[in-house]
């Protein structure tokens, strides 16, 4: 079994899609699964991702009807057979060490959640900036001791990696049919969690302003 599942939902993002694939491909840590979750895409999505499973077994294509990003998050999550799990934009990219400093903060820390800084991207004027969390790595947080969690941390599904447990153990999944469903979903996450981690460094690349945006075109 591999120890990291990362679940990329794809919907017509041809244009983005292999760069966000080779990211996950590119990693310094190999122990993984890539599942990826075509929800009826009409571009050529559907065929780059299946001609990234021929050359690499690691890959995983699951091909369904759209049914929206909470949906396609959720296919995947319930495929995934690692002990923690990954969510990534398909329009968006990761940095190589991702997997690995992730994995050695669970290691460390025996954590549920592990959230980390990350690039944002302006298209429109090419700046970058770091975005970071407001914690240090050298600590571990719970709700229960640190409420104020809940208004300082980013509640995308992205930019954190999880013990698949909390959701399974819990029966968490994503919301179906409506914008910012990943909103609820980390707070219920945040609040189930025994132990949250952080590590200060941007290790995720989100691109804030691309035009067709998955919130944008995805309900």
Avoid at 42 to 67: F, H, M, Q, W
Wanted: hydrophobic share 35%; with cysteine; aromatic share 12%.
């Amino acid at each position: 079994m591999p120890e990291i599942s990362v679940v990329i939902p794809v919907y017509n993002v041809e244009s983005y899609l292999p760069k966000c694939i080779d990211s996950v491909l590119n990693q310094t840590w190999k122990d993984f699964e890539l599942i990826l979750v075509n929800d009826g895409s009409t571009d050529r999505s559907l065929s780059i991702c299946r001609s990234y499973a021929e050359k690499d077994t690691r890959i995983r294509v699951i091909d369904k009807p759209n049914g929206g990003l909470s949906d396609a998050r959720n296919a995947g999550m319930e495929k995934a057979s690692g002990t923690y799990i990954d969510f990534i934009d398909s329009d968006d990219f990761v940095e190589p060490e991702l997997l690995e400093t992730c994995i050695r903060k669970f290691h460390e820390t025996d954590a549920d959640m592990v959230l980390f800084d990350y690039y944002q991207y302006h298209m429109a004027t090419g700046e970058k900036e770091v975005i970071s969390n407001p914690y240090s790595d050298t600590e571990i947080y719970s709700l229960s001791d640190h409420p104020e969690l809940i208004t300082k941390i980013k509640n995308c599904a992205w930019g954190k990696m999880y013990r698949l447990s909390l959701f399974r153990d819990n029966h968490i999944i994503y919301p179906w049919g409506c914008y910012y469903e990943d909103l609820g979903t980390t707070y219920r996450l945040l609040l189930r969690a025994k132990k949250i981690a952080f590590i200060n460094a941007p290790l995720y690349d989100y691109l804030v302003d691309r035009p067709g945006r998955l919130i944008m075109s995805w309900t």
